[in-house]
């Protein structure tokens, strides 16, 4: 740079331009000469940005023919006027840089997307809402970088299936009554389009919790039953039990989410005529059927998931192959539903374990699945089931099978029930993998329906206290110690120990228990309080359970937005930060599912 | 040596199961059997009671206000289950799948089957069902002493000593009728009981949300003993 020279040269003017940019006048007065020295500054210099020139002048007063720096009087900056257009290697940086081109094409993709969807409702003939329960923004960005290291990949890149759907947006999860929200009221609102108490299933606000009298005129109509109504082939799938909260905001009406069956309700409810939520399902097509006058449907087509003991009676005779309980089952009304569903669809078929499921004829026109007592195993721990069980996605892929024969379309609901489990059991390594296998089913989905004719709608119905913290280098293992940029050993917290990146704020903290795959061993033990040394520890085990800060019994639910994502007709309208209930809206006008069933009804 | 050393073990472990009685292993599998726990370490001594209870493939530790249970499965898991008897309420956890970390024989008779097979024969007393054995079994680190009923595969009386510390079990009854031990295994079963993954969901239950916020873990039966001779549970945490 000029500005930094101590001596300009006199040399010939044209040379002198060519190699430095700059130029040279002398002239003289009485004493000295003057001498005025010209540099052409660069783009992108500090003085100009876009270019221009510097003018240093003064007089020659050594009288050795050149502006030494004592010698500089005056500095003249004129700068060029910004550029009207950018040249191709002005913009090479850019231009040749991956992430530059990857985001372009992407911005590109979007703007066909959106071009391209319907926009239309009633373009929806078929409607999948996949439910990871507890699956907050935190748990998808972990599993996403763990399902990318399972991969060989550093992790951070990778995108679950789901994430490579053309919308999204954000829902607000909370209950009318409550900050941070239960299953029961998130999903009833995301099912019918109406937000609602914590711990109540497809009620409105009206109704008070555990009150069966409360009930009356507060039934809401869910999204699976307009679709049942307007003749579409309905499922049910879930790996939690399929009376828990999620599952049963599709089917049941109840002031209180653990009312699964006449054994859990107290005994004025049974007496005011409340219904537990099992024999709801079993029911569901007459209870549908005496709701909406000279309505004839069908009923659910596919129901998959756990929950035996609420389906049969408490008496050992009933045991299925493979109960863990002495009695498995939990009815004392001696009911046994799975036989009154039986009697009810003697063409359909029940099944309880892996080979009857394997069996499943894809043309099966009606099928009850109950694989487990209480909920379905983990994907991790899914091998040490008894009788064997079917995975997320083998459920979802059978169920598409099924439903899709109805030239009406179908209404599915798919819900991971036990990613929720493991965060509360303070077990990230279930938590996400879990959410993997999820990721895994709408993969199924997305590969076994016709994209112009189906939504996918994809979410959860509330967060987590997980989070993912510290300074960790990229492709750091998500669920190992801290390791710094540039380094291979672990930071050091300020008491001297390493620390991992996942984490909770609260519940059971540290447990180690190596290989162990069922997260609620941990339970096991009282809470651990404060810091542990995990320095000998494989904080990547199966089994290990990560540190907390305030000590609970079980780490609890979080009350930040979660994602929604979408593809196919209506998808459009996942957009923004909206109420949870907008998803029913969503479906509604995708699938023209209440102006079908009201067709219907009113036939 | 090492060869005489495998056939005396052998010899043991013939001695011990050979000739076990059918009929008595037959009313051992429903019993009811009452220990009184004394711990003594320096000059300070405790005790309390435990009950041992069995019922085919379940067994229950019970203390004070807390009954462990366990269900052996035919996979050979064990499913625990703890009831809170205060509060007529229980929590039901999934099988552990991981063999070595729990074992059923440490459950069902206190002392795991293999430190029994390890341990040495001193002496052997009285015929059928009443026959018992004195064991015993030292290392480094600790000195234990059973007065063994093999053909009721039930502890009479565990003598450990490790250091300055010493826990004696002693055998105060046992009791094999049927409808008590049926009784009593059908109120714990009648309890309403909640599966430990349901818990954080429930924090309305006023028994669950003590549980959420306060741990509300509680070890109340103490004493089984791994083939190492370890204690498999603690010192009973309150919260």
């Given at each position: 740079m000029v500005t930094k020279m101590n001596k300009i040269k006199l040399l010939p003017l044209a040379i002198l331009t060519s190699l430095t940019g700059c130029s040279i006048d002398f002239s003289t007065d009485s004493d000295n000469e003057t001498l005025t020295v010209a540099t052409q500054l660069e783009v992108g210099s500090?003085?100009?940005?876009?270019?221009?020139?510097?003018?240093?002048?003064?007089?020659?007063?050594?009288?050795?023919?050149?502006?030494?720096?004592?010698?500089?009087?005056?500095?003249?900056?004129?700068?060029?006027?910004?550029?009207?257009?950018?040249?191709?290697?002005?913009?090479?940086?850019?231009?040749?840089?991956?992430?530059?081109?990857?985001?372009?094409?992407?911005?590109?993709?979007?703007?066909?997307?959106?071009?391209?969807?319907?926009?239309?409702?009633?373009?929806?003939?078929?409607?999948?809402?996949?439910?990871?329960?507890?699956?907050?923004?935190?748990?998808?960005?972990?599993?996403?970088?763990?399902?990318?290291?399972?991969?060989?990949?550093?992790?951070?890149?990778?995108?679950?299936?789901?994430?490579?759907?053309?919308?999204?947006?954000?829902?607000?999860?909370?209950?009318?009554?409550?900050?941070?929200?239960?299953?029961?009221?998130?999903?009833?609102?995301?099912?019918?389009?109406?937000?609602?108490?914590?711990?109540?299933?497809?009620?409105?606000?009206?109704?008070?919790?555990?009150?069966?009298?409360?009930?009356?005129?507060?039934?809401?109509?869910?999204?699976?039953?307009?679709?049942?109504?307007?003749?579409?082939?309905?499922?049910?799938?879930?790996?939690?039990?399929?009376?828990?909260?999620?599952?049963?905001?599709?089917?049941?009406?109840?002031?209180?989410?653990?009312?699964?069956?006449?054994?859990?309700?107290?005994?004025?409810?049974?007496?005011?005529?409340?219904?537990?939520?099992?024999?709801?399902?079993?029911?569901?097509?007459?209870?549908?059927?005496?709701?909406?006058?000279?309505?004839?449907?069908?009923?659910?087509?596919?129901?998959?998931?756990?929950?035996?003991?609420?389906?049969?009676?408490?008496?050992?005779?009933?045991?299925s192959a493979d109960a863990v309980s002495s009695v498995e089952g939990d009815r004392t009304d001696s009911r046994d539903l799975t036989a009154e569903w039986q009697t009810q669809y003697p063409q359909g078929t029940y099944v309880m374990d892996k080979t009857g499921f394997d069996a499943i004829a894809t043309d099966a026109s009606k099928v009850f699945a109950l694989f487990n007592e209480s909920h379905m195993q983990y994907e991790a721990d899914r091998a040490n089931d008894i009788a064997g069980e079917p995975s997320l996605s083998e459920m979802t892929a059978k169920a598409i099978d099924i439903l899709d024969n109805n030239d009406n379309g179908f209404f599915l609901t798919v819900e991971s029930g036990r990613i929720d489990h493991a965060h509360h059991a303070g077990n990230a390594y279930n938590a996400l993998n879990d959410t993997v296998e999820l990721a895994k089913a709408v993969q199924v989905a997305i590969d076994n329906t016709n994209a112009e004719e189906t939504l996918i709608i994809v979410t959860a119905d509330h967060s987590h206290v997980f989070t993912i913290a510290g300074y960790p280098k990229r492709g750091n293992p998500i669920l190992g110690k801290v390791v710094p940029v540039g380094s291979d050993e672990p930071s050091l917290a300020d008491d001297g120990m390493p620390y991992t990146t996942v984490g909770y704020t609260n519940g059971l903290g540290f447990r180690d228990l190596g290989d162990e795959t069922d997260a609620e061993m941990s339970y096991l033990e009282p809470a651990v309080t404060g810091r542990v040394d995990l320095t000998g520890v494989d904080t990547q085990a199966p089994g290990f359970h990560q540190e907390s800060l305030v000590p609970l019994g079980s780490e609890t639910h979080a009350g930040e937005d979660v994602g929604v994502y979408a593809s196919g007709p209506g998808a459009h309208l996942v957009t923004g930060t909206n109420e949870q209930s907008l998803i029913f809206h969503v479906m509604d006008f995708a699938s023209d599912l209440v102006s079908s069933a009201d067709a219907v009804v009113t036939e | 040596m090492k060869k005489l050393i495998t056939i005396a073990v052998m010899l043991v472990s013939n001695h011990l199961y050979a000739n076990t009685n059918s009929s008595c292993v037959q009313s051992s599998s429903q019993i009811k059997a009452q220990y009184q726990i004394t711990e003594s370490q320096q000059n300070h001594q405790q005790s309390r009671e435990l009950t041992l209870w069995r019922n085919g493939e379940q067994v229950a530790h019970q203390s004070d206000n807390i009954v462990e249970l366990w269900q052996h499965l035919k996979n050979n898991q064990i499913r625990p289950i703890r009831y809170f008897t205060e509060h007529k309420r229980g929590i039901e956890y999934q099988p552990s799948e991981v063999t070595g970390k729990q074992s059923w024989s440490a459950k069902y008779q206190l002392l795991d089957k293999k430190l029994i097979d390890k341990m040495k024969l001193v002496s052997e007393q009285g015929q059928g069902c009443d026959k018992s054995q004195l064991l015993e079994f030292a290392d480094k680190n600790i000195k234990i002493k059973v007065n063994w009923l093999p053909e009721l595969q039930l502890a009479q009386s565990i003598q450990i000593s490790q250091g300055q510390y010493a826990r004696e079990i002693k055998l105060l009854s046992k009791n094999t009728d049927k409808t008590l031990i049926n009784q009593q295994f059908k109120q714990w079963d009648l309890y309403q009981t909640t599966d430990y993954a349901d818990v954080g969901d429930n924090e309305n239950d006023p028994f669950l949300a003590k549980m959420i916020n306060q741990g509300f873990i509680e070890h109340g039966a103490t004493g089984f003993y791994n083939q190492n001779g370890e204690m498999l549970q603690g010192h009973g945490h309150h919260h």
């Open positions: 500090e003085l100009c940005i876009n270019g221009g020139t510097q003018t240093l002048s003064g007089d020659d007063t050594n009288d050795n023919g050149e502006l030494d720096a004592d010698e500089i009087e005056d500095t003249k900056v004129e700068c060029n006027a910004p550029e009207t257009s950018l040249s191709s290697e002005q913009l090479a940086s850019l231009t040749n840089n991956q992430w530059f081109k990857d985001a372009q094409a992407k911005v590109s993709s979007s703007q066909t997307n959106r071009e391209t969807v319907a926009k239309e409702s009633g373009k929806a003939k078929n409607v999948i809402l996949f439910v990871g329960d507890g699956m907050g923004v935190s748990t998808v960005t972990a599993a996403r970088i763990f399902a990318g290291q399972l991969n060989g990949k550093q992790g951070e890149e990778h995108q679950l299936s789901f994430e490579m759907m053309p919308y999204s947006g954000f829902a607000k999860t909370y209950n009318v009554d409550a900050q941070t929200p239960d299953s029961a009221g998130t999903m009833t609102a995301m099912i019918s389009g109406v937000k609602t108490d914590v711990g109540v299933i497809g009620v409105a606000e009206g109704v008070e919790r555990g009150d069966c009298a409360s009930v009356d005129g507060q039934e809401l109509v869910t999204a699976l039953e307009l679709a049942e109504i307007a003749g579409k082939s309905t499922g049910i799938v879930t790996t939690a039990r399929i009376t828990h909260a999620t599952p049963a905001a599709t089917y049941a009406k109840s002031p209180d989410r653990n009312w699964e069956d006449n054994d859990d309700m107290p005994q004025t409810a049974i007496d005011a005529g409340c219904e537990d939520i099992a024999a709801q399902l079993v029911n569901f097509e007459a209870n549908l059927e005496a709701r909406f006058s000279g309505l004839d449907v069908n009923g659910i087509e596919v129901v998959m998931g756990g929950g035996r003991r609420h389906f049969l009676p408490k008496d050992a005779a009933f045991n | -």
